[in-house]
């Protein structure tokens, strides 16, 4: 999936301060130097005799007069003897130049920190990365040492985009989920018996995790009643649906205790995410998988659902019929099991 990139700018208040804060150490350059002049003509000759020099002995003395009386206000000035309003007018200013430095390259790092975050959340959302996921993390610390540069360059910003995406691709792949929901399961659990309803649902749930053990299951996630399991490819995705409602019929017969039999709504679908083997798949954030519980909300019971155009490359799709349902765009065929599928008595 192709994302855009943009190279963080500094936004026009950032620019303003920025621009304010160079003006005023240019301007502290200039008084320093000036108040230094008189240090550093006292080794040439007649200074006083040329104009330049002249003249900024001569400021240099109005700038000390006019500072100094509000200087001795608040700070002692006489050291060793001697007035030195100067030598602290000096360090005063060159306090006040770095101070005025430190807080602009304060600014601009969280400028540039929240720009580069905001393009980080951007990317995510673009190429559906869960948050938590691992591949989040690796996207995140792609771009953790320019959250505090002080300026981004462009072709610093790019290389490291381009290895972004190169570290991300190593986690994208073809996978299958299926979702797996209990029809009416809250009615089911009204009025029986807490232990028997217990067994029933521990019961059901093994019987869902050996189908999905039995086709290669990557991982899954429960809710109370539901579930959601990620597989390699959509032949297995589809055929531990078709199992899991197969195997409903001696269940139902047999197993359970409570009066009302169970039935399943599954729903499945197909296509390349980022997937990682540590990433819980609760943490897994992907349109893909958003279709799959789509298909699951919209299936019949006892039915699987998949769009269409996802089942074409199966070997086996006997069984399946086009529907006019519409599911995020994609139109729907269902599986339904024959009496002759079913298991025997």
Same mark, same amino acid.
């Not at 078709?242 to 709504?265: C, G, T, Y």
């Given at each position: 999936?192709?994302?855009?990139?943009?190279?963080?700018?500094?936004?026009?208040?950032?620019?303003?301060?920025?621009?304010?804060?160079?003006?005023?150490?240019?301007?502290?350059?200039?008084?320093?130097?000036?108040?230094?002049?008189?240090?550093?003509?006292?080794?040439? @000759?007649? =200074?006083?005799?040329?104009?330049?020099?002249?003249?900024?002995?001569?400021?240099?003395?109005?700038?000390v007069q006019l500072a100094a009386p509000r200087l001795?206000? %608040?700070?002692?000035?006489?050291?060793?003897?001697?007035?030195?309003?100067?030598?602290?007018?000096?360090?005063?200013?060159?306090?006040?130049?770095?101070?005025?430095?430190?807080? #602009?390259?304060?600014?601009?790092? #969280?400028?540039?920190?929240?720009?580069?975050?905001?393009?980080?959340?951007?990317? !995510?959302?673009?190429?559906?990365?869960?948050?938590?996921?691992?591949?989040?993390?690796?996207?995140?610390?792609?771009?953790?040492?320019?959250?505090?540069? !002080?300026?981004?360059?462009?072709?610093?910003?790019?290389?490291?985009?381009?290895?972004? !995406?190169?570290?991300?691709?190593?986690?994208?792949?073809?996978?299958?989920?299926?979702?797996?929901?209990?029809?009416?399961?809250?009615?089911?659990?009204?009025? @029986? @018996?807490?232990?028997?309803?217990? %067994?029933?649902?521990?019961? %059901?749930?093994?019987?869902?995790?050996?189908?999905?053990?039995?086709?290669?299951?990557?991982?899954?996630?429960?809710? =109370?009643?539901?579930?959601?399991?990620?597989?390699?490819?959509?032949? #297995?995705?589809?055929?531990?649906?078709?199992?899991?409602?197969?195997?409903?019929?001696?269940?139902? #017969?047999?197993?359970?205790?409570?009066?009302?039999?169970?039935?399943?709504?599954?729903?499945?679908?197909?296509?390349?995410?980022?997937?990682?083997?540590?990433?819980?798949?609760?943490?897994?954030?992907?349109?893909?998988?958003?279709?799959?519980?789509?298909?699951? !909300? %919209?299936?019949?019971?006892?039915?699987?659902?998949?769009?269409?155009?996802?089942?074409?490359p199966l070997r086996n799709t006997e069984g399946f019929e086009p529907t006019t349902t519409v599911?995020?765009?994609?139109?729907?065929?269902?599986?339904? =099991?024959?009496?002759?599928?079913?298991?025997?008595?």
């Amino acid at each position: 999936m192709s994302v855009n990139f943009v190279l963080p700018r500094r936004s026009a208040p950032v620019w303003i301060i920025s621009a304010l804060v160079s003006l005023l150490r240019w301007t502290i350059l200039a008084a320093t130097l000036l108040l230094l002049a008189p240090y550093v003509l006292a080794f040439f @000759e007649n =200074p006083r005799g040329h104009l330049m020099t002249n003249l900024a002995l001569r400021y240099q003395e109005q700038f000390v007069q006019l500072a100094a009386p509000r200087l001795h206000q %608040y700070v002692p000035t006489r050291i060793a003897g001697k007035d030195r309003a100067d030598w602290i007018l000096i360090a005063g200013l060159g306090a006040v130049a770095f101070g005025a430095g430190s807080l #602009r390259d304060r600014l601009v790092r #969280r400028a540039t920190a929240r720009q580069i975050k905001g393009q980080i959340k951007h990317w !995510k959302e673009s190429m559906q990365i869960g948050a938590e996921s691992h591949a989040a993390a690796v996207l995140e610390a792609g771009f953790k040492p320019f959250e505090n540069a !002080k300026s981004v360059d462009r072709s610093q910003l790019l290389r490291a985009f381009a290895e972004a !995406k190169k570290n991300l691709d190593a986690f994208g792949r073809e996978a299958a989920f299926l979702s797996v929901d209990v029809v009416g399961s809250t009615s089911m659990k009204e009025r @029986e @018996e807490r232990a028997a309803v217990q %067994y029933d649902f521990a019961e %059901y749930r093994k019987l869902v995790e050996a189908a999905f053990s039995e086709h290669g299951i990557l991982k899954s996630t429960w809710t =109370p009643d539901g579930v959601m399991a990620c597989f390699p490819d959509i032949e #297995r995705a589809v055929q531990a649906g078709k199992d899991i409602i197969l195997r409903l019929e001696a269940f139902n #017969r047999n197993v359970k205790l409570i009066r009302q039999d169970f039935a399943v709504r599954c729903g499945v679908n197909a296509g390349y995410v980022h997937f990682d083997e540590v990433t819980p798949l609760e943490q897994m954030s992907d349109r893909v998988i958003d279709i799959a519980g789509h298909m699951q !909300k %919209y299936a019949e019971p006892n039915t699987v659902a998949v769009a269409r155009m996802v089942i074409e490359p199966l070997r086996n799709t006997e069984g399946f019929e086009p529907t006019t349902t519409v599911v995020d765009g994609y139109n729907v065929s269902l599986w339904k =099991p024959n009496r002759s599928d079913l298991s025997a008595p």
